[in-house]
Nanobody, 131 residues
């Protein structure tokens, strides 16, 4: 099983990035996928997740409108389009997969420990936004 996150980099505030999460080794269409980020010294937090199949998208309340998650089941890939980036968006962005979107949605709240952990995690891609 592999979740390969890519597309991170250094961008100025107000810029855009498109992250990709390429999955292999499991039945991609049956899994919800989430983008979960971790800034230095902070807990992991979800920015967006999308249900299995042609699943519904969910966003962190303060990010909706700037970030868009989508999936291409034919390519086993989930995308995160990030616009109007801010320095506070600086973090390592991980993609994670679970059969239940509710497991991923746990990361929209700050409570720890999480009752359930996602089945699979990717290795993360660094996003750095300069002011």
């Amino acid at each position: 099983v592999q979740l390969q996150a890519s597309g991170g980099g250094l961008v100025q505030a107000g810029g855009s990035l498109r992250l990709s999460c390429q999955a292999s080794g499991f039945t991609f269409v049956d899994y919800a996928i989430g983008w979960i980020r971790q800034a230095p010294g902070m807990e992991r937090e979800a920015v967006a997740c999308i249900g299995s199949g042609n699943g519904k998208a969910y966003y962190a309340a303060d990010l909706q409108g700037r970030f868009t998650i989508s999936r291409d089941n034919a390519k086993n890939t989930v995308y995160l389009e990030m616009n109007d980036l801010k320095p506070e968006d600086t973090a390592v962005y991980y993609c994670a997969a679970d059969r239940s979107v509710n497991v991923l949605a746990q990361y929209f709240t700050a409570s720890y420990p999480k009752p359930s952990l996602p089945d699979y995690w990717g290795q993360g891609t660094q996003v750095t936004v300069s002011s």
